[in-house]
């Protein structure tokens, strides 16, 4: 078994060896990683290093890039403590964005309490559609891998018909504007950061951060979702309600996905979209949760560092760095933390050579 | 009638290339090692062959069949990757596989703008040539069908099924391959290298999903996009499952989703299809496969330790 200390250990390792690689692309490819990092640096601080300039912009869009991340992380996250694999939170994700724009189109409310409404349908949504593939692996133990995936595409081309045909759409793109009432933008937040898309999205996203904190970490439900994780078999001889567990945890992972769908469709737009393929949000949360180790701290800080690779990305390309360098990396990083087992093994060879020197030159 | 038979072959084009990387899924996930990766390395074939015959389309009329073979080099090379993460350093192969998915897609775009300084390959000209078969596309009806203007990689697909069967059932190296999907430990025990035997499942299923993302990007695209491939990777994983693990039963699921997506195109044209709207033909493949998911849980038709890690201590 790994030792406690791995838990950061491996992440730490795997996000060096990821930017290590993605410097050393960039290299093979005649760039200059130097543009990559300082990109990076301006695309979460809003400091140019190069022009020696300052702008508050870069800030709110580097924290409106990683709050949907975080969520689908936390969806990620959550399903992975009670031992499911939940591909499925980019569809969690699209049904979410259908709960919110139903909401925000369709209800009528007072400011304020609208866009409560709007944030819990689509969590209602969300949750709705990991309801299915949880319950199917429960009932009928349906492997939730191939399920969620079916479903995310289910979700995408759902959406689209959704868009056209039920919520009305004049160019066949985007719905109507939504009502002010059902926004999570202000004036004065996009003021703040120099007339970025920043919006108050990041109350619920700290909220569900904490929640999934207190859940797992405090609560004897989430003791009992942790035991399930660890074995199911155990869990089931002391009494616990496995399957019951597993369809919650898929209900609770879809509503933190749904979550996110909101938090994109009513925060950093204004309407309704239909999209011509899966925007990777789904994707992110998974390599956000891997790297997070599935713990709520984890999770936040590495949507932080997620959301600082999207937001630098059209950076970098005004640098003539190609943007995708940040999926190279990311994709990289979730590479290295699947294969743990060797890192494991290179980090023992290396303490293992330290100490063998620690002890003949002891004996020297 | 006449809707239908201008119908057949548009599927064909698109079975093709679900039939060949359900193939390649078959290899892999029979070794036991599931591959989810197969949608991310059609993108890398798609890639690599678009490129290629990019380059090659002045010099030479056979481009785009050397194009075809840069997307089975590379689709082989690729899958290596998943092959070392699972088998070597005993990687979650659910990870691995997205971990490969989404590097396909930074890899392709990545190396699209280093190349051509844009976000796609350049388009190309003709990419694979149709072919017709002389004296038997005269014959009525069957000729114009499967003979005349055909896009080669269908007689692939066709060919690549019986040849999988051959493999999969009639050779001892498809025996010694499905006993590592059944029971690596039992496997082992006789004297079969698990390792050597999973490397080659996984790669069989890099060479096949790269051909299938060949054949794709060249028959039905002018150059690669990020959303050449569009999920059909995953359509090809639904179809494997759909057809049981079986290369006739991938037939004929990769023929019955070519088709859903061939009527996408003429439903506007057949009356009782007409008031579909196109996204509800797009899901079909996926809510089937998800059907069938339900439909053969509980009864054992995949490959048993399919996405196990090997443990040689385990009995």
């Known amino acids: 078994m790994a030792k406690k200390g791995s838990a950061l250990v491996i992440p730490l390792v795997s996000i060096t060896l990821g930017f290590a690689l993605g410097a050393v692309v960039l290299l093979a490819t005649g760039r200059n990683p130097a543009a990559m990092f300082l990109a990076l640096f301006q695309g979460f601080s809003g400091v140019n290093v190069s022009a020696g300039s300052f702008n508050p912009r870069y800030i709110g869009e580097f924290i409106i890039q990683s709050m949907p991340i975080i969520l689908t992380g936390l969806s990620v996250g959550f399903a992975f403590r009670v031992g499911l694999f ?62 969620t995936i079916m479903m995310n595409y289910v979700a995408l081309n759902l959406n689209n ?204 | 009638m006449s809707i239908l038979l201008t119908m057949i072959p548009i599927a064909f084009v698109y079975a093709s290339p679900i039939i060949i990387a359900a193939l390649g899924g078959l290899f892999s996930e029979r070794s036991g090692i599931v591959n989810i990766a197969l949608e991310g390395i059609m993108m890398v074939g798609g890639f690599a062959a678009a490129a290629v015959t990019v380059v090659l389309e002045p010099l030479t009329p056979a481009a785009g069949y050397i194009g075809i073979l840069a997307g089975v080099a590379a689709g082989m090379v690729f899958s290596l990757i998943h092959a070392f993460a699972s088998v070597n350093l005993k990687a979650d192969q659910v990870i691995s596989g997205t971990a490969l998915n989404i590097l396909a897609g930074g890899l392709t775009v990545y190396l699209c703008q280093v190349f051509f300084n844009q976000q796609r390959t350049k388009a190309f000209r003709v990419g694979l040539v149709k072919l017709s078969v002389p004296g038997l596309s005269d014959i009525p009806v069957i000729g114009p069908l499967f003979f005349k203007d055909v896009s080669p990689p269908f007689y692939a697909a066709i060919l690549l099924v019986v040849l999988a069967w051959f493999v999969v059932y009639k050779t001892p190296f498809g025996l010694r391959l499905r006993a590592c999907g059944e029971h690596p430990q039992a496997a082992a025990s006789m004297g079969i290298k698990v390792a050597k035997m999973r490397y080659a499942g996984v790669v069989i299923s890099g060479a096949l999903a790269g051909l299938a993302g060949a054949a794709m990007v060249l028959t039905q695209d002018i150059q690669y996009t990020l959303a050449s491939v569009h999920g059909t990777g995953f359509i090809a994983l639904g179809c494997l499952i759909f057809g049981k693990w079986n290369p006739f039963g991938v037939l004929g699921a990769g023929l019955f989703f070519g088709f859903a997506q061939a009527s996408s195109i003429y439903a506007k044209d057949i009356p009782f299809l007409q008031a579909v709207p196109l996204e509800v033909f797009y899901m079909l493949p996926y809510v089937l496969t998800a059907i069938a998911l339900v439909v053969f849980s509980g009864k054992s038709v995949g490959p048993k330790a399919a996405g196990e890690i090997y443990d040689t201590g385990k009995r």
């Open chain 1, 86 to 147: 939940n591909i499925g939170a980019e569809g969690q994700f699209l049904a979410g964005s259908m709960g919110a724009i139903a909401a925000a189109l369709w209800v009528k409310a007072p400011p304020g309490i609208h866009v409560v409404l709007v944030l819990l349908a689509a969590m209602a949504a969300g949750g709705l559609w990991g309801a299915i593939p949880g319950y199917l692996k429960a009932r009928f133990n349906v492997h939730e891998v191939v399920m």
């Open chain 1, 161 to 364: 018909l959704l868009i056209v045909d039920v919520f009305g759409s004049a160019d066949r793109i985007k719905t109507a504007m939504f009502p002010a009432s059902a926004l999570l933008r202000d004036p004065a937040l996009s003021a703040l950061t120099n007339g970025s898309r920043l919006n108050w999205g990041f109350v619920p996203v700290l909220l569900a951060v904490v929640a999934f904190w207190f859940v797992i970490d405090k609560t004897a439900f989430g003791y009992s979702l942790r035991a399930v994780g660890f074995n199911k078999d155990a869990a089931e001889y002391a009494g616990m309600k496995v399957n019951r567990n597993i369809v919650l945890s898929m209900i609770i992972a879809g509503a933190f996905a749904g979550l996110a769908g909101a938090v994109l469709t009513v925060g950093t737009f204004n309407y309704g979209r239909a999209l011509p393929a899966m925007e990777g949000y789904g994707m992110d949360g998974i390599a956000v949760a891997l790297v997070g180790g599935n713990a709520a701290i984890g999770i936040f800080l590495s949507g932080l560092l997620f959301g600082m690779l999207k937001a630098a990305q059209p950076l970098m390309q005004s640098q003539g760095i190609p943007k995708d360098i940040a999926s190279i990396i990311q994709a990289s990083i979730v590479l290295f933390v699947a294969m743990k087992h060797g890192i494991d093994f290179l980090i023992r060879k290396i303490g293992a050579r330290k100490r063998a020197e620690e002890v003949s030159e002891a004996l020297i």
